[in-house]
């Protein structure tokens, strides 16, 4: 009577231990996934509407009220640039929404499983982010050499001055928010072919102008696209080193960022091997 007293105890102490362990463990991980599960659900849904009904996202965005907001939707609803944003999202909503349903599910249900290949995806997303932030610091100067080539071959292949997509939409917010041209300077763009077929008597993008109005891309001196000078542009400013001054201007917030999602990552693993451990103590 005594040994099954002990052993019943002993029982019920493991359980309160496991309940208490398992619950923190779970709920945070609930909480942490169902926000990115959300997010991801939605980001998947804008995706899939826009490449399925292009006509309907279209007219959503000539009802915004916001004359700002509504010129940059303009932009980005141009035939090429929706249809690529479109296949962005797609892929952005997946990946989160996978993601985030196996930390979900394997911790509402408890799936040793599901947890498992939970963890060891972050696991192995968090290895890859450090090995490529290593890399980067230790081959600092071929980093930043190829990080230049990749650019302008992106300009290169595909930044045009018509039928615009989502590569030159991007460089032209870039170079407008960030007051630059080109990765090195105006130049880079003598190599792109779709430019040099629709610029006309361009010599610079109006994005690489002193702007007037940048949500429109436009210049504040007319005869700037074709005649360029230091005074009405910014066509010897490149943008990679201007993009450098700006990181080393917030390095700090920079750091902060980087070592925030890393923290969050490096939590996810713990939560979930931990909760893997605990159920298992539990069965066995």
């Known amino acids: 009577m005594k040994d099954y007293n002990r052993l019943h105890g002993r029982r019920r102490y493991h359980e309160m231990s496991y309940d208490c362990g398992t619950s923190l463990a779970k709920y945070l991980l609930c909480l942490f996934n169902f926000i990115f599960f959300v997010a991801g659900t939605v980001v998947l849904g804008i995706g899939i509407w826009i490449a399925s009904d292009k006509h309907s996202f279209i ?61 060891v995806f972050l696991l192995i997303i968090l290895l890859m982010e450090i090995t490529a932030g290593g890399l980067a610091a230790a081959y600092r100067h071929e980093a930043e050499k190829e990080t230049r080539v990749f650019l302008k071959s992106s300009i290169s292949k595909y930044y045009a001055a018509k039928e615009k997509d989502a590569v030159t939409l991007m460089w032209d917010y870039f170079m407008a928010n960030l007051q630059c041209c080109g990765v090195d300077s105006y130049e880079d763009f003598s190599d792109s072919k779709k430019w040099n077929e629709g610029k006309g008597n361009k010599t610079i993008p109006e994005a690489c102008c002193v702007l007037e109005d940048v949500s429109k891309f436009q210049p504040k001196f007319k005869n700037c696209p074709s005649r360029p000078s230091d005074s009405n542009s910014y066509w010897k400013k490149g943008c990679y080193d201007a993009f450098v001054e700006l990181i080393m201007e917030n390095i700090n917030i920079a750091i902060g960022i980087g070592i925030g999602l890393g923290l969050i990552q490096l939590l996810g693993i713990i939560l979930a091997f931990c909760l893997c451990r605990s159920i298992n103590g539990y069965i066995k």
């Not at 929404?97 to 911790?107: D, E, H, I, K, T």
Request: proline share 2%; hydrophobic share 45%.
């Open 59 to 119: 007219a959503f965005t000539k009802v915004i009220d916001n004359e700002e907001l509504r010129t940059q939707f303009q932009q980005i609803t141009q035939p090429t640039v929706i249809e690529q944003a479109a296949y962005i999202l797609i892929a952005a909503g997946a990946f989160m929404f996978l993601v985030s349903f196996l930390g979900y599910c394997g911790a509402l249900r408890e799936s040793r499983c599901l947890l498992t290949c939970y963890g």
